[in-house]
């Protein structure tokens, strides 16, 4: 059982910068990934960005060259740098984790409680 802990969410102007990070504790025998969602009014739930323990980063294209996903695997945290932000990144930001359980052994999900970000002069 994993638990995730999302903060860093705010009130930016456009062109500002916010970092969010996620912090899982738990049992686990490993993470296989973890990455960020995030949902706008109206909209559906999408990928921000994903990484593997390994450190491979996947990045939706609207956020390339902005926001930069980091892992640190000792303290099994998830950090999103975001910068030259938009109004449209206005968005709930959830953190996610894939892993596997120990008992029994096989590949779960967990979600964060989501930190709001608001883009707005």
């Known amino acids: 059982q994993v638990q995730l802990v999302e903060s860093g969410g705010g009130l930016v102007q456009p062109g500002g910068s916010l970092r969010l990070s996620c912090a899982a504790s738990g049992t686990a025998f490993s993470f296989n990934t973890m990455g960020w969602y995030r949902q706008a009014p109206g909209k559906e739930r999408e990928l921000v960005a994903d990484?593997?323990?390994?450190?491979?980063?996947i990045y939706a294209q609207p956020v390339k060259g902005r926001f930069t996903i980091s892992i640190d695997n000792a303290k099994f945290t998830v950090s999103l740098q975001m910068n030259s932000l938009k109004p449209e990144d206005t968005a709930v930001y959830y953190c996610?984790?894939?892993?596997?359980?120990?008992?029994?052994?096989?590949?779960?999900?967990?979600w964060g409680r989501g930190t709001q970000v608001t883009v707005s002069s």
């Open positions: 996610h984790a894939r892993y596997t359980s120990i008992a029994p052994v096989r590949t779960n999900t967990s």
């Open positions: 990484i593997t323990t390994g450190g491979i980063p």
